[in-house]
């Protein structure tokens, strides 16, 4: 049904534009040929896992730009700002999504819902330092599947040189020197780690034994985005040597979330009332507070992402203001889509539609920010708007109950972004509309692939969890609501 | 003495109050309260989900005035509340036994 759904739309977009983007598509042709080292952890010595997809559209590329030598990192103190910078933005977004979630939910369940948000900050920050950076990016243990247990509590990062302290650097490009503490590159990356799980619990609030959610935290962070994260950004993870493209996390953050989310209701149930009772937002100016927090701090999200965009040493140059610029016109364009297709639908403008639509053309412009142009991202922005008001209407028609339409937005629009990314992309790669149907089949099967084992695995843990200690609360505490029952403190008094 | 209560639309409050401070009236007890009459309620949409609203919020003010004084104020609630459209509200009026004022023992119209 969804994937129906986002081909009508994906169809419209390619027939609406095809004059207009095939030119956009043939201008950075000329300039950027060697789509060559998409390296995303690259330790100086591993420069030859380069070039093996781009080959094959680019055959024409040129022959100088063949096997420049790897060369030594050096610090870049440009870039390690903004990735210190961003790291921290990135943070920002976790109490922005506690607060768009929690504005959602009855006034009994807001403590609970902004705490889901909030001790997967503490859950995954612990995990991430033991062990959740050395599974997503240590070495590969296994096929390109997971990293191995090199880097645990974060080893490695930190040496000693008589007696003073050495920093690992972070290069991405390995022929170019360009390079940040590889400290700074990590804990960008746990807030990453920290915000996918927290997604997942839109679709739990209300209903979910915060025990059990804390484990679930801990499992699937473990279980499901560390090996997405290898898979996809990892240079020898197996997606990344296919050639998958997922520029901040469309497939490895919201597809993985959302389609999780899904996975994990089937074991949940529904609310307690769920469709009959009046479950209307209780604080909806709280939502929209979030959404800004959001926007906000989706700059670190994606133009910080530029640290490891392809074949790009500058964390702060000029893709990461393509990322910007793709971050704020996406969003904007979706906000506006999502309002006007409710308008139309449903006869008002309303504010969360609005905000839904400013987080829905985040999600979808996040996998290709910095491989599109302004022109793609209105289209990736317009798109999105419309799909995902499609896709949570679908909850109301097909009465499952995803609380807060995680999957709605985060599996429908990372879903779409995803694949749209095969047909846009422009630079640093390229897709459909420039004629590379390989990269549209490639995302294909990443989209597949991610969705499949993430859909299967928290299947497992959700079963395990609810055949152990149970997921749901009981009825009477669920009535009563979870910030009185699970925390023993209220909202408002 | 009677107690008049008058459920009005909550924007008219502040109308109403100023004009039965002219009338002489120098106290109103005010609850905000809910409910429904053939104004019906109306429908809320979020996210594609559709809530009924049956009680929508009034006013209810209670007055409690001597007995000359009573034509007057319900003349003057129903001319300040009035905006002509469904769901102006109702005024009813019950007969009142006693009133006395705490603080000094004051009965009856003396403790109004």
């Keep these: 049904m969804k994937i129906k759904l986002s081909l009508i739309k994906l169809l419209m977009a390619v027939t609406i534009v095809m004059v207009p983007m095939a030119v956009l598509a043939e201008e950075p042709a000329k300039g950027t040929e060697s789509v060559a080292a998409e390296t995303k952890l690259a330790p100086a010595p591993s420069a030859s896992a380069a070039a093996p997809e781009a080959a094959a559209s680019a055959a024409a590329a040129p022959v100088e730009a ?36 929690g504005g959602m939910v009855r006034s009994k369940n807001v403590l609970s819902t902004l705490m889901h948000s909030f001790v997967a900050m503490g859950i995954v ?20 599947l997971i990293g191995n247990t090199s880097k645990a509590l974060l080893n490695g990062l930190i040496t000693f040189k008589d007696g003073n302290p050495v920093y690992t650097l972070f290069q991405n490009v390995a022929t170019e020197p360009g390079a940040i503490p590889e400290y700074v590159f990590a804990m960008f990356q746990c807030m990453f780690a920290m915000i996918t799980v927290a997604l997942i619990s839109g679709a739990l609030a209300e209903r979910i034994k915060f025990s059990a959610y804390c484990l679930f935290v801990l499992l699937w962070t473990t279980l499901v985005y560390d090996p997405l994260a290898h898979w996809v950004w990892m240079v020898d993870g197996w997606l990344f040597k296919k050639g998958a493209l997922d520029f901040a996390g469309g497939t490895v953050v919201h597809l993985s979330s959302g389609i999780s989310a899904l996975a994990a209701i089937m074991f949940l149930g529904k609310r307690h009332g769920f ?23 989706w700059y670190g999200f994606n133009a910080g992402s530029a640290i490891v965009g392809v074949n790009c040493s500058d964390a702060a140059g000029g893709l990461a203001g393509l990322a910007f610029a793709t971050t704020t016109i996406a969003p904007a364009a979706a906000g506006l889509s999502w309002m006007i297709a ?16 400013v987080v829905a053309g985040l999600v979808v412009i996040t996998p290709a920010a910095g491989f599109v142009q302004p022109g793609a991202a209105l289209i990736f922005g317009l798109v999105a708007g419309v799909v995902c008001y499609g896709g949570v209407l679908l909850k109301a028609r097909m009465k499952y109950d995803d609380s807060l339409d995680a999957f709605g937005v985060h599996g429908i629009g ?10 846009f992309a422009t630079v640093g790669a390229t897709g459909l509309m420039s004629g590379n149907f390989k990269q549209f089949v490639t995302q294909i099967i990443a989209v597949v692939a991610a969705g ?10 959700a079963f395990v969890l609810d055949k152990t200690i149970g997921l749901r609360v009981e009825k009477d505490d669920e009535i009563v609501g979870l910030d009185q029952t699970q925390h023993s403190e209220s909202a408002y008094n | 003495m009677k107690i008049i209560e008058a459920i009005i639309k909550p924007f008219k409050l502040d109308e109403v109050k100023n004009a039965l401070s002219e009338v002489g009236i120098e106290g109103i007890t ?15 949409l979020y996210r594609g989900a559709e809530y009924v609203v049956d009680f929508i919020p009034k006013v209810k003010l209670e007055i409690v005035v001597a007995d000359e004084l009573v034509a007057k104020v319900i003349e003057t609630i129903a001319e300040s509340a009035k905006t002509g459209r469904i769901g102006d509200g109702k005024i009813f009026v019950l007969p009142l036994e006693e009133a ?6 004051e009965k009856g119209n003396d403790a109004i």
Aim: avoid cysteine; charged fraction near 10%; hydrophobic fraction near 45%.
């Design chain 1, 452 to 461: 499949a084992y993430a859909f299967i695995v928290t299947l497992v843990i």
């Design chain 1, 275 to 297: 469709p009959q009772e009046r479950m209307a937002p209780h604080n909806l100016p709280l939502t929209m507070l979030g959404v800004g927090m959001l926007w906000f701090g």
């Design chain 1, 342 to 357: 409710e308008w139309i639908h449903a006869g008002k403008p309303s504010a969360l539609g609005f905000g839904s639509g």
């Design chain 2, 30 to 44: 005010v609850t905000e309260v809910k409910g429904f009459g053939r104004q019906k309620g109306h429908t809320e």
């Design chain 1, 414 to 423: 990372g879903t779409t972004g995803a694949i749209l990314t095969g047909v």
């Design chain 1, 66 to 101: 063949a096997t420049p030598k790897p060369v030594d990192p050096v610090l870049n103190t440009g870039d390690t700002a903004w990735i210190l910078t961003s790291a921290a933005l990135v943070l920002f977004m976790i109490p922005g999504l506690a607060f768009f979630y």
């Design chain 2, 100 to 105: 006395l004022r705490i603080r000094t023992g």
């Design chain 1, 125 to 144: 920050g612990v995990q991430w330092a033991v062990i959740g950076y050395s599974l997503s990016f240590g070495p590969d243990a296994f096929m390109g």
